[in-house]
T-cell receptor, first 113, second 114 residues
Framework: NAGVTQTPKFRVLKTGQSMTLLCAQD?????MYWYRQDPGMGLRLIHY???????AKGEVPDGYNVSRLKKQNFLLGLESAAPSQTSVYFC????????????FGNGTRLTVT | AQSVTQLGSHVSVSEGALVLLRCNYS??????LFWYVQYPNQGLQLLLK??????LVKGINGFEAEFKKSETSFHLTKPSAHMSDAAEYFC????????????FGAGTILRVKS
């Protein structure tokens, strides 16, 4: 049972470099989310998608872009990485009703130097 | 708008003692409420959820939480702590009309002393 798979698990970038984080889910979920986790701040929503071809901004969208070209995949892009984007990034998905729990990936630890 | 406040960023208990992790929410209408647990270097796992069916909710690993509308609280408890309960715990709130977005509290790190 794969669930939610994030790649890569770790990455180090230099300031100004770009990269894409991939999230894949095999549960046919409509809703997908990208969160970042920083110490003492819990998880903050970056962007989310309520279905294939749709995306929307969360709490902290600046500096990130996303795409949901296929239902099972949700990509998070950093066009020009900054040290403030050093964080652990989590992808999550859910079936769609308000009380459906999120299924999380194991995270991507990104360091920007 | 909706938000979650977790009181206490760190809680330390002895093995066998009561665990109480506090969560208060702010929402104009009764929301869906969740507790998640995160073990080191892992993603979050669902402990339990409140969906208005019952105010006392039982979850996995012996945890339970009680929804108190008058206090806008959803505190997490466990009668007897085990060493394996050491982790970070997150309270979260969501509403369907906000795209099912989960808003998380800042987290509480639970330490269990032997």
């Amino acid at each position: 049972n794969a669930g939610v798979t994030q790649t890569p698990k770790f990455r180090v970038l230099k300031t100004g470099q770009s990269m894409t984080l991939l999230c894949a889910q095999d549960m046919n979920h409509e809703y997908m989310y990208w969160y970042r986790q920083d110490p003492g701040m819990g998880l903050r929503l970056i962007h989310y998608s309520v279905g294939e071809g749709t995306t929307a901004k969360g709490e902290v969208p600046d500096g990130y872009n996303v795409s949901r070209l296929k239902k099972q995949n949700f990509l998070l892009g950093l066009e020009s990485a900054a040290p403030s984007q050093t964080s652990v990034y989590f992808c999550a998905s859910t079936g769609g009703s308000g009380n459906s729990p999120l299924h999380f990936g194991n995270g991507t630890r990104l360091t920007v130097t | 708008a909706q938000s979650v406040t977790q009181l206490g960023s760190h809680v330390s208990v002895s093995e066998g003692a009561l665990v109480l992790l506090r969560c208060n929410y702010s929402s104009s209408v009764p929301p869906y409420l969740f507790w998640y647990v995160q073990y080191p270097n892992q993603g979050l796992q669902l402990l339990l959820k409140y969906t208005s069916a019952a105010t006392l909710v039982k979850g996995i690993n012996g945890f339970e939480a009680e929804f108190k509308k008058s206090e806008t609280s959803f505190h997490l408890t466990k009668p007897s702590a085990h060493m394996s309960d050491a982790a970070e715990y997150f309270c979260a709130v969501s509403r369907l009309e906000y795209g099912n977005k989960l808003v998380f509290g800042a987290g509480t790190i639970l330490r269990v002393k032997s």
